[in-house]
């Protein structure tokens, strides 16, 4: 399964750096335990960093910034840190 804009309900914003935003957002299927996506009975919250397109593709380190980004919170275990559910 592929995560889309459109299974979650976006919040407010929780802070802001200078490559973007992190919103608070809502699962619209319910859990994660049936399919990891969210899709049982109760919703789920994430935070959700959400970076301007432009911002990314505006030059090769953007776009190396960002995969670099994804792989380490990817594989990223702390009890203090967010982890990385999945991107698109």
């Given amino acids: 399964s592929v995560w889309t804009e459109r299974d979650f309900a976006v919040g407010r914003v929780l802070g802001s750096g200078n490559f973007g935003d992190v919103v608070l957002a809502r699962s ?4 994660a335990g049936d399919d990891g996506r969210g899709r049982g009975k109760s919703a789920v919250l994430f935070a959700i960093k959400t970076v301007p397109k432009a ?11 960002a995969r670099r980004e994804i792989e380490i919170h990817t594989r ?4 203090n840190v967010l982890g990385c559910e999945g991107y698109f």
Avoid: E, F, N
């Avoid at 619209?28 to 859990?31: C, D, I, L, Q």
């Avoid at 990223?76 to 009890?79: A, F, K, N």
């Fill in 28 to 31: 619209r299927y319910g859990s």
């Fill in 55 to 65: 911002k990314i593709v505006q030059s090769q380190s953007g776009i190396a910034i």
């Fill in 76 to 79: 990223l275990r702390h009890p």
